[in-house]
């Protein structure tokens, strides 16, 4: 399941938790618009984000100068599924000091990997709820 559909099953977690949550897409901000605001990914498909308008739970940042994605070290090429993208995802936990307490790398190595990493993200936000 697409990574912001599976966030957005935890929605209520999350804002349980008090936490705020970004993607930061290395796309203009008409992509970066169409990404949030457009289901075009699972809208083809039967099941229960088919109907939705929008998958994205996260509040959508635009960077296409890839700025932020330099500054979290993320910003380079990588192969995913077959086909170059600009930027390796990643999940960072910031907490409310501004310090990162967590950072995990996706592997995309089976398309229901996001599961693990959303409750791993989960668990890391529980945590920095705590400090």
């Not at 109907?51 to 959508?60: D, F, I, N, P, Q």
């Not at 296409?64 to 979290?72: R, V």
């Not at 790398?105 to 990997?113: K, M, Q």
């Amino acid at each position: 399941m697409h990574q912001q559909a599976q966030l957005r099953l935890k929605k209520d977690e999350v804002e349980k938790l008090g936490a705020d949550v970004y993607v930061v897409l290395a796309m203009d901000l008409h992509r970066t618009r169409v990404f949030k605001e457009e289901n075009r990914l699972l809208s083809t498909f039967k099941g229960p984000f088919s109907r939705e308008k929008s998958l994205v739970y996260a509040t959508a940042l635009s960077d296409p100068a890839g700025y932020a994605s330099a500054l979290y070290g993320v910003a380079r090429k990588c192969l995913r599924w077959g086909a170059w993208v600009e930027n390796q995802p990643h999940w960072i936990v910031i907490d409310r000091k501004g310090t990162i307490t967590f950072m995990l790398e996706p592997r995309f190595d089976t398309p229901t990997a996001y599961e693990k990493d959303v409750d791993q993200v989960l668990e890391a936000l529980k945590k920095a709820a705590l400090r």
